[in-house]
């Protein structure tokens, strides 16, 4: 669950920076990657948990998104943001 959670906050990155250029693809490319990792029979299951518990699990995932070449997003008021685009994506992903 953590996982699906980490790609969520890395989708939220390009939103809460207002990164235009990629801001509506990474949505889908981060969907495309749960599909691949995530059983089909969980993946819904896991998003709806997500969904119904924004605050639960660890945010560390968004302090990571160097690792996939998109910006540090720093501050309490930018991990509240991530946490709540995150929940968001979960159910436009399911």
């Known amino acids: 669950m953590q996982r ?8 939220a990155v390009p939103d ?3 990164m235009e250029q990629v801001e509506r693809f ?4 981060v ?6 990792v ?3 029979r969980d993946l819904p299951r896991i998003l709806y948990w997500i969904a119904m518990h924004p605050d ?11 690792g996939v070449r998109l ?7 930018n991990r509240r943001a991530a946490a709540s685009c995150s929940m968001l ?3 436009w992903a399911g």
């Open 4 to 11: 699906t959670r980490n790609l969520l906050m890395l989708a």
């Open 16 to 18: 809460i920076l207002q």
């Open 26 to 29: 990474v949505p889908r490319l």
């Open 31 to 36: 969907f495309a990657r749960l599909q691949a």
């Open 38 to 40: 995530i059983p089909p």
């Open 56 to 66: 639960d699990g660890d945010d560390a995932a968004i302090h990571q998104a160097a």
């Open 71 to 77: 910006p540090d997003v720093t501050g309490p008021a």
């Open 89 to 91: 994506s979960s159910c």
